[in-house]
């Protein structure tokens, strides 16, 4: 079988094209000759649930790709990659595939196309252009040549325009994250005159849910690992996942704590060291700053037959504004009590609010239909099989 090195050439070929994209028909034509081999079937859960179909309709091959988690197991092991005539190449296209499903589900609708096409630009952008509002605020207020007493963000901005401005983003990214989802939901779970057909157990959420949060599906299949810059496997996609998801859900947990001392306890900002609060933002923003950087160098590396390259630049637009709510979250805080920070504020702010508004469209709403995936695999491998195809 030939490596990935003697593949460059056709993957560069085939990555030139990406602006054509491969179809769902594309990827209903690679089920079909997947489903005649079923090499890859204990590979992931993707191919168990292909033998349950002989017809790949557009709701099937979306489930499909976001139960892919492009490990790259399936391309190294398959007779009929490139440069075979057949160039069965699944995780590419499945990441194809992907891409759509963000512009296709999204709400509204013409945002999921515009970062589609511009994820790395109008991150970038929008967080810049936020940050220049946030800092013209401040002046418009006088506060950007304020000393911060006792380092409180709330000298230089009221707590309740704080609240004004975030609120209202933060309920728009919920919005369209749960719109994106019940839509997508409803195309891959149709109707049925089966009753059973959309049973959900509890151990079959269970399933899911310590599925997605393991992320079981990016041990290529054996528990070794991805692939990434070649055939070879690694478990540092997987570690830096973890850290990154972590490191998010940290820095989130520190501002929920920190609004329950303030509405339920009355205790007023700026917490500090070892406050949980500061303790819960701290191990958070450095978790996410590493785990962000991380994912950033393995996907400069990353090998075009992989697939990355038809949402490399979505990627990378979420992975930035990743990097730099943590990096500017603590310069902000070692910054706290100089007079450079209501610049460092204004500058976090505005990233903060560029990734809530573009977490709808990009990586994270991938992760959200990918958990969807999953429970629907989870309730699927619990019915009867009346193909008898394969086996669970």
Same mark, same amino acid.
């Given at each position: 079988?030939?490596?990935?090195?003697?593949?460059?050439?056709?993957?560069?070929?085939?990555?030139?094209?990406?602006?054509?994209?491969?179809?769902?028909?594309?990827?209903?034509?690679?089920?079909?000759?997947? *489903?005649?081999?079923?090499?890859?079937?204990?590979?992931?859960?993707?191919?168990?649930?292909?033998?349950?179909?002989i017809?790949?309709?557009?709701?099937?091959?979306?489930?499909?790709?976001?139960?892919?988690? *492009?490990?790259?197991?399936?391309?190294?092991?398959?007779?009929?990659?490139?440069?075979?005539?057949?160039?069965?190449?699944v995780?590419?296209?499945?990441?194809?595939?992907?891409?759509?499903t963000?512009?296709?589900?999204?709400?509204?609708?013409?945002?999921g196309?515009?970062?589609?096409?511009?994820?790395?630009?109008?991150?970038?952008?929008?967080?810049?252009?936020?940050?220049?509002?946030?800092?013209?605020?401040?002046?418009?207020?006088?506060?950007?040549?304020?000393?911060?007493?006792?380092?409180?963000?709330?000298?230089?901005?009221?707590?309740?325009?704080?609240?004004?401005?975030?609120?209202?983003?933060?309920?728009?990214?919920?919005?369209?994250?749960?719109?994106?989802?019940?839509?997508?939901?409803?195309?891959?779970?149709?109707?049925?005159?089966?009753?059973?057909?959309?049973?959900?157990?509890?151990?079959?959420?269970?399933?899911?849910?310590?599925n997605?949060?393991?992320?079981?599906?990016?041990?290529?299949?054996?528990?070794?690992?991805? *692939?990434?810059?070649?055939?070879?496997?690694?478990?540092?996609?997987?570690?830096?996942?973890?850290?990154?998801?972590?490191?998010?859900?940290?820095?989130?947990?520190?501002?929920?704590?920190?609004?329950?001392?303030?509405?339920?306890?009355g205790?007023?900002?700026?917490?500090?060291?070892?406050?949980?609060?500061?303790?819960?933002?701290?191990?958070?923003?450095?978790?996410?700053?590493?785990?962000?950087?991380?994912?950033f160098?393995? *996907?400069?590396?990353?090998h075009?037959?992989?697939?990355?390259?038809?949402?490399?630049?979505?990627?990378?637009?979420?992975?930035?504004?990743?990097?730099?709510?943590?990096?500017?979250?603590?310069?902000?805080w070692?910054?706290?009590?100089?007079?450079?920070?209501?610049?460092?504020?204004?500058?976090?702010?505005?990233?903060?609010?560029?990734?809530?508004?573009?977490?709808?469209?990009?990586?994270?709403?991938?992760?959200?239909?990918?958990?969807?995936?999953?429970?629907?695999?989870?309730?699927?491998?619990?019915?009867?099989?009346?193909?008898?195809?394969?086996?669970?």
């Amino acid at each position: 079988m030939q490596t990935l090195e003697s593949l460059t050439d056709q993957a560069r070929a085939l990555a030139a094209g990406i602006d054509l994209g491969v179809s769902e028909t594309e990827v209903a034509r690679q089920m079909q000759i997947c *489903n005649a081999c079923r090499y890859c079937e204990g590979f992931c859960a993707v191919f168990p649930a292909m033998t349950r179909r002989i017809e790949f309709g557009k709701a099937d091959v979306h489930y499909l790709a976001n139960l892919c988690h *492009n490990c790259g197991a399936c391309l190294h092991a398959c007779q009929y990659a490139p440069p075979h005539e057949f160039a069965v190449n699944v995780p590419q296209a499945m990441a194809k595939v992907r891409l759509q499903t963000y512009s296709d589900y999204a709400w509204p609708a013409a945002l999921g196309a515009l970062y589609r096409r511009n994820g790395l630009t109008l991150a970038l952008a929008l967080a810049a252009a936020l940050a220049l509002f946030m800092m013209l605020v401040l002046g418009g207020s006088g506060a950007s040549g304020r000393a911060a007493p006792a380092a409180s963000f709330y000298a230089i901005l009221p707590h309740g325009l704080l609240v004004g401005l975030f609120a209202p983003v933060f309920l728009f990214a919920v919005l369209a994250l749960a719109l994106g989802l019940r839509r997508f939901w409803r195309e891959i779970t149709p109707s049925s005159s089966d009753p059973g057909a959309s049973t959900m157990s509890g151990v079959a959420v269970r399933e899911a849910s310590l599925n997605a949060l393991s992320l079981k599906y990016l041990d290529g299949g054996h528990g070794e690992g991805c *692939n990434n810059k070649d055939d070879g496997w690694t478990l540092w996609r997987r570690r830096l996942h973890h850290l990154t998801a972590c490191g998010f859900v940290l820095c989130f947990a520190a501002t929920a704590v920190a609004t329950l001392y303030h509405y339920m306890l009355g205790w007023d900002a700026p917490y500090e060291l070892p406050s949980l609060p500061k303790l819960l933002g701290v191990l958070g923003g450095v978790a996410l700053l590493i785990g962000s950087a991380g994912l950033f160098a393995l *996907n400069l590396r990353r090998h075009p037959l992989h697939g990355d390259a038809a949402q490399k630049d979505m990627d990378r637009g979420f992975i930035a504004l990743l990097f730099f709510s943590s990096a500017s979250g603590l310069a902000l805080w070692l910054a706290r009590s100089t007079g450079d920070m209501p610049l460092l504020l204004a500058m976090h702010l505005g990233v903060v609010m560029a990734l809530f508004l573009t977490l709808p469209y990009g990586k994270f709403a991938h992760g959200i239909f990918r958990g969807a995936a999953l429970l629907k695999w989870s309730i699927e491998r619990r019915q009867p099989d009346r193909l008898k195809l394969g086996s669970d």
